[in-house]
T-cell receptor, first 112, second 114 residues
Framework: EAQVTQNPRYLITVTGKKLTVTCSQN?????MSWYRQDPGLGLRQIYY???????DKGDVPEGYKVSRKEKRNFPLILESPSPNQTSLYFC???????????FGEGSRLTVL | SQQGEEDPQALSIQEGENATMNCSYKTSINNLQWYRQNSGRGLVHLILIRSNEREKHSGRLRVTLDTSKKSSSLLITASRAADTASYFCATDSRLFSNDYKLSFGAGTTVTVRA
């Protein structure tokens, strides 16, 4: 089954404790992207990757890091989480940057 | 930055009625997409309409695109309780020759009452 898998789905952490949200897709998509969703703000892009070893900033990259060492994986790293990073995070993938996006089920992160 | 903006923000209709929501955008696009999100879940792609298309259908969904007005509409006919969700438009804007940026609006929340 074609899917994008994120883990963890739910996480409560404390300020400053490094965490990684994993994302994996099994559709051989070149394009992958991370979004955060906050009430009234829609989806805002954090980082994206056009292919292996190619990543770039989206609209709200501050406080986040990503890597793309393999085509299928695109982890999101919060080196020192802060409460303003409390949000619902989505990973998505696509064959092309402006094509149909396939979304993961989301990771709800709370930073205390 | 939000390229597309949906209107209305929220919509409540009776089962069996039609639901219409609109999306307006600012700059020229190559395509416009509509997505559905059930509460707290991942977004699901509904339909993609290209800039040279004016109307597209998929089951009970009908999407129109008016590039002169920079707007699109999504019509859901004969709504069902299962259509209760948030609906988002996503528009691409060309940054460079082969580089596009896909931007989402804040969404329209549709509630279908039984």
């Amino acid at each position: 089954e074609a899917q994008v898998t994120q883990n963890p789905r739910y996480l409560i952490t404390v300020t400053g404790k490094k965490l990684t949200v994993t994302c994996s897709q099994n559709m051989n998509h070149e394009y992958m992207s991370w979004y955060r969703q906050d009430p009234g703000l829609g989806l805002r892009q954090i980082y994206y990757s056009m292919n292996v070893e190619v990543t770039d900033k989206g609209d709200v990259p501050e406080g986040y890091k990503v890597s793309r060492k393999e085509k299928r994986n695109f982890p999101l790293i919060l080196e020192s989480p802060s409460p303003n990073q409390t949000s619902l995070y989505f990973c998505a993938s696509s064959f092309t940057r402006n094509g149909e996006l396939f979304f993961g089920e989301g990771s709800r992160l709370t930073v205390l | 930055s939000q390229q597309g903006e949906e209107d209305p923000q929220a919509l409540s209709i009776q089962e069996g009625e039609n639901a219409t929501m609109n999306c307006s955008y600012k700059t020229s696009i190559n395509n416009l997409q509509w997505y559905r999100q059930n509460s707290g879940r991942g977004l699901v792609h509904l339909i993609l309409i290209r800039s040279n298309e004016r109307e597209k259908h998929s089951g009970r969904l009908r999407v129109t695109l008016d590039t002169s007005k920079k707007s699109s509409s999504l019509l859901i006919t004969a709504s069902r309780a299962a259509d209760t969700a948030s609906y988002f438009c996503a528009t691409d804007s060309r940054l460079f020759s082969n580089d596009y940026k896909l931007s989402f609006g804040a969404g329209t929340t549709v509630t279908v009452r039984a």
